[in-house]
């Protein structure tokens, strides 16, 4: 079964940073569009992030705009999500995703539905 692996979650302050990490051995991320999502429990998994295999397009929620950053390094087949300036409510799990847009990214880029291939997740807490 392809998996993706989420790391690099953990304990961090408010004002903090953190960067979490997703990985796989199953295929080559460049090629898929790869989503990070986070849910907190008894609500919806939501999405965080994006960014497209086609051009690099990235995407963003409302919440984490100018904070964090979703970027690819692929010789290493990874893509992070960069969190700056975290917030208490930035405390959720957070999983990545891959599937395969077309020119709807924009608009369907947070769907959970449209992505085939998810990580177990990582726990980011942020608390004093």
């Known amino acids: 079964q392809v998996q993706l692996v989420e790391s690099g979650g953990g304990l961090v302050q408010p004002g903090g940073s953190l960067r979490v990490s997703c990985a796989t051995s199953a295929f080559t991320l460049n090629y898929r569009d790869i989503g990070w999502f986070r849910q907190t429990p008894g609500k919806e998994r939501e999405g965080v992030s994006c960014v497209s295999s086609s051009d690099g397009s990235t995407y963003y929620a409302d919440s984490v705009k100018g904070r964090f950053t979703i970027f690819r390094d692929n010789s290493k087949n990874t893509v992070y999500l960069q969190m700056n300036n975290l917030k208490p409510e930035d405390t959720a799990v957070y999983y990545c995703?891959?599937?395969?847009?077309?020119?709807?990214?924009?608009?369907?880029?947070?769907?959970?539905?449209?992505?085939?291939?998810w990580g177990q997740g990582t726990q980011v807490t942020v608390s004093s």
């Open positions: 995703a891959a599937g395969r847009f077309g020119s709807d990214i924009s608009v369907f880029w947070g769907v959970k539905s449209r992505y085939n291939y």
